[in-house]
């Protein structure tokens, strides 16, 4: 990823990951403290292990239609997996005007 791949706001808690991402690699956010909301934007497909690991204040995910495959701890350690068995909890809003994909083994826990 380049630096223009993925722009953050509001010190970094609201992370935007570019459409020239297509997968995000093992370890890429990893123990990031500061994100708290990811939005995926139209062509990242995988999300690899321990990708978001430790990011411990991470609340949200927003999944474009194109993610076919999270692998297992992705996210472990966050907000999202750790009240669930470390199985991810993904929110997913109405106003992205698309339709995620939501990998099995996963869990939706409610709509925004």
């Given at each position: 990823?380049?630096?223009?791949?993925?722009?953050?706001?509001?010190?970094?808690?609201?992370l935007y990951?570019?459409?020239?991402?297509?997968?995000?690699k093992k370890?890429?956010?990893?123990?990031?403290?500061?994100?708290?909301?990811?939005?995926?934007a139209g062509?990242?497909?995988?999300?690899?292990?321990?990708?978001?690991?430790?990011?411990?204040?991470?609340?949200?995910?927003?999944?474009?239609?194109?993610?076919?495959?999270?692998?297992?701890?992705?996210?472990?350690?966050?907000?999202?997996?750790?009240?669930?068995?470390?199985?991810?909890?993904?929110?997913?809003?109405?106003?992205?005007?698309?339709?995620?994909?939501?990998?099995?083994?996963?869990?939706?826990?409610?709509?925004?």
């Amino acid at each position: 990823m380049n630096n223009k791949s993925v722009i953050r706001h509001d010190s970094g808690e609201f992370l935007y990951i570019a459409d020239d991402v297509t997968v995000i690699k093992k370890r890429t956010f990893a123990d990031d403290k500061r994100v708290r909301f990811v939005f995926m934007a139209g062509d990242v497909t995988e999300i690899c292990q321990s990708a978001f690991e430790g990011c411990t204040r991470l609340e949200k995910v927003f999944l474009p239609k194109t993610v076919a495959r999270i692998e297992n701890g992705a996210f472990a350690e966050t907000k999202l997996a750790l009240n669930w068995g470390e199985k991810p909890v993904f929110t997913i809003s109405p106003f992205l005007n698309t339709t995620p994909v939501i990998p099995s083994g996963c869990i939706i826990s409610s709509f925004a």
